[in-house]
Every structure is written in structure tokens, then in C-alpha cells.
């Protein structure tokens, strides 16, 4: 298993930006496929974004898609999730999580402690 580290959350205006960092220890991040997702007040933890090991492969929901982009940096063992055009309702605690399926099995294994994203109507 790898342990995770968010960083990068903060309160923003609505159609701002940020950029979320997730540092992962251990000598196999780039086995690993990894993903972001998010849990809002009163919701349930729901999926956001993932790459596989390479970065060849990235996949979005909808409600984020040619907002958000995921992407990786293997030499620093992070990613990151860039987010633009940043709506109310992306508001949210965000996680980072390591699936051991480098070409994504679904099974996220590990998960970092989260960061806040508070977007300001």
C-alpha cells in the first residue's frame, strides 16, 4: 500500500481555480492508478477523476468534464487535480486514492485524509 497526501484545497470564488496535489510515499506509486473523489455535506463520497499508471488513460464524470484535469508526475510520486471553472456545487472534501490495478481495476485501496474545496457563489 502507498500512503497519501492531499494538499491544495481552499476556499474560492465561483469560476476560480485550483489545483490539488497528492503525495504518495513508497517506491510503487507508478504501478498504481489513481483517482480523486470527492464527498459534499450530507452526500455520499462520490468519484471524480482517475489516471492509470502511465497517465495514458484518464476518465471524468460528467459534471467535471473540460473543467477538470487529472494528470501525474511519476519522478515525484504525484498527482494532481487540476480544477477550473469552479462551481457552488463543487463543493466538497476531496481524497485522493491508489488503486493497485495499474490500468484501473476500480479498487481503491488506499485513501489520504482529504482536503477542503469551498467554492463562493
Known amino acids: 500500500q502507498v500512503q497519501l497526501v492531499e494538499s491544495g484545497g481552499g476556499l474560492v470564488q465561483a469560476g476560480g481555480s485550483l489545483r490539488l496535489s497528492c503525495a504518495a510515499s513508497?517506491?510503487?506509486?507508478?504501478?498504481?492508478?489513481m483517482g480523486w473523489f470527492r464527498q459534499a455535506p450530507g452526500k455520499e463520497r462520490e468519484f471524480v477523476a482517475r489516471i492509470t499508471w502511465s497517465g495514458s488513460s484518464t476518465y471524468y464524470i460528467d459534471s467535471v468534464k473540460g473543467r477538470f484535469t487529472i494528470s501525474r508526475d511519476n519522478a515525484k510520486n504525484t498527482v494532481y487535480l487540476q480544477m477550473n471553472s469552479l462551481k457552488p456545487e463543487d463543493t466538497a472534501v476531496y481524497y485522493c486514492?491508489?488503486?493497485?490495478?495499474?490500468?484501473?481495476?476500480?479498487?481503491?485501496?488506499?485513501w489520504g485524509q482529504g482536503t477542503q474545496v469551498t467554492v463562493s457563489s
Open positions: 513508497g517506491r510503487t506509486f507508478s504501478m498504481y492508478t
Open positions: 486514492a491508489a488503486d493497485p490495478d495499474g490500468l484501473g481495476s476500480g479498487f481503491f485501496s488506499s
